[in-house]
Nanobody, 125 residues
Framework: QVQLVESGGGLVQPGGSLRLSCAASGATSDYYAIGWFRQAPGKEREGVSC????????YYVDSVKGRFTISRGNAKNTVYLQMNSLKPEDTAVYYC??????????????????WGQGTQVTVSS
């Protein structure tokens, strides 16, 4: 079973930066597309970013373009989300998820089938 573990969340001031990491482990012979999602209290889970595995293509929701960057580490089972110029509206629990069996990015949460536990990101002064 594939397991995903996020880390790097915390409390930052507006304009600050955080780097989230997602480490995948378990019985898998290939790496697949990995996405980052976020969910604020009372809100739907939102796709934030995704990185494919076939060509490294990426996706960003409009609200984070130019501020967030998704990347893979040298070990392809690790994915990072660099978050700069953070805003209070970025506050949410952030989840990484793997689209098992797919190398291209998905957008909706139901297109991903392995999830991490989530890490809290709070942007506040």
């Amino acid at each position: 079973q594939v397991q995903l573990v996020e880390s790097g969340g915390g409390l930052v001031q507006p304009g600050g930066s955080l780097r989230l990491s997602c480490a995948a482990s378990g019985a898998t012979s290939d790496y697949y597309a990995i996405g980052w999602f976020r969910q604020a209290p009372g809100k739907e889970r939102e796709g934030v970013s995704c990185i494919g595995s076939s060509d490294g293509s990426t996706y960003y929701v409009d609200s984070v373009k130019g501020r967030f960057t998704i990347s893979r580490g040298n070990a392809k089972n690790t994915v990072y989300l660099q978050m700069n110029s953070l805003k209070p509206e970025d506050t949410a629990v952030y989840y990484c998820a793997m689209r098992l069996g797919w190398r291209s990015c998905g957008i909706r949460p139901d297109e991903f089938n392995a999830w991490g536990q989530g890490t809290q990101v709070t942007v506040s002064s």
